[in-house]
């Protein structure tokens, strides 16, 4: 009977204990391609044509609501529609809430100063104080 004497080194299996994440690498980056291609078809609203007026820009106030009036006399807060005489009602209950709202109004260029000016007093009536007009920066066309 023959001993096999040295130093034979038996190889012992072992599990690979790797991820291979190539696949999970292609599906994310098919997702990102899906949403970067669907994101731009998400954007929903109304084109405003606001007028141009020279004025410096405001700082961000997180209490601030955008009411946007378009050329058919169309209300919006912060993108959801108004029915038509509820306008006050929604105000007051968003001022009994928020004490310090700021409200800015983004008119139609087309839309009639008088309808603005109501839009106005029925923001006043509400109790809001602190009102502001939206424009796009750039030269007006006329000088006063």
Same mark, same amino acid.
């Given at each position: 009977?023959?001993?096999?004497?040295?130093?034979?080194?038996?190889?012992?299996?072992?599990?690979?204990?790797?991820?291979?994440?190539?696949?999970?690498?292609?599906?994310?980056?098919?997702?990102?391609?899906?949403?970067?291609?669907?994101?731009?078809?998400?954007?929903?609203?109304?084109?405003?044509?606001?007028?141009?007026?020279?004025?410096?820009?405001?700082?961000?106030?997180?209490?601030?609501? &955008?009411?946007?009036?378009?050329?058919?006399?169309? #209300?919006?807060?912060? +993108?959801? $529609?108004?029915? /038509? %005489?509820?306008?006050?009602?929604?105000?007051?209950?968003?001022?009994?809430?928020?004490?310090?709202?700021?409200?800015?109004?983004?008119?139609?260029?087309?839309?009639?100063?008088?309808?603005?000016?109501? &839009?106005?007093?029925?923001?006043?009536?509400?109790? #809001?104080?602190?009102? +502001?007009? $939206?424009?796009? /920066? %750039?030269?007006?066309?006329?000088?006063?």
């Amino acid at each position: 009977m023959a001993m096999k004497t040295g130093s034979s080194v038996r190889s012992i299996p072992t599990t690979m204990a790797e991820i291979n994440v190539t696949p999970l690498v292609d599906v994310m980056m098919v997702l990102l391609i899906v949403f970067m291609v669907s994101a731009p078809m998400m954007q929903q609203g109304i084109q405003v044509d606001l007028p141009r007026a020279n004025a410096g820009t405001l700082n961000e106030v997180p209490e601030q609501l &955008v009411l946007v009036v378009n050329r058919s006399h169309e #209300i919006q807060i912060n +993108g959801n $529609v108004i029915p /038509p %005489g509820t306008l006050r009602q929604k105000l007051t209950a968003i001022q009994n809430a928020r004490p310090d709202v700021q409200v800015f109004i983004q008119a139609d260029q087309g839309v009639s100063y008088g309808y603005v000016a109501q &839009v106005m007093a029925e923001v006043k009536q509400s109790k #809001i104080t602190r009102i +502001g007009l $939206v424009t796009e /920066p %750039g030269e007006t066309n006329t000088h006063i």
